[in-house]
Nanobody, 123 residues
Framework: QVQLVESGGGLVQAGDSLRLSCAAS????????VGWFRQAPGKEREFVVG????????QYADSVKGRFAISRDNAKNTVYLQMNSLKPDDTAVYYC????????????????WGQGTQVTVSS
């Protein structure tokens, strides 16, 4: 069993940066691919970025390439999402998720989900 808890969300202005954290419990966390999804009001939840369990592979949605960066520290059971050059369109609830592999994560076939953290970007 893996439990995921997101933190770091908040209200920022366009162009600002935020770093989200996803803290996990469970001994097997380091063996899971982990990623971030987001859901804006009235929209479907969408994949944002994912990282393999070793941290040697990443996949980004086109909308965040060059602005967002994912990293993980398996010793701390934590995954980070550095978000730069934020735009109002990035406003959403951001969810952390874990899956057996990155391919499954991209397809939203996650085994575990966090409760979400709100990110609001004002113009």
């Amino acid at each position: 069993q893996v439990q995921l808890v997101e933190s770091g969300g908040g209200l920022v202005q366009a162009g600002d940066s935020l770093r989200l954290s996803c803290a996990a419990s469970g001994r097997t966390f380091s063996r899971y691919a982990v990623g971030w999804f987001r859901q804006a009001p009235g929209k479907e939840r969408e994949f944002v970025v994912g990282i393999t369990w070793r941290g040697d592979g990443r996949q980004y949605a086109d909308s965040v390439k060059g602005r967002f960066a994912i990293s993980r520290d398996n010793a701390k059971n934590t995954v980070y999402l550095q978000m730069n050059s934020l735009k109002p369109d990035d406003t959403a609830v951001y969810y952390c998720a874990a899956a057996a592999n990155l391919g499954g994560l991209v397809g939203a076939a996650a085994d575990y989900w966090g409760q979400g953290t709100q990110v609001t970007v004002s113009s």
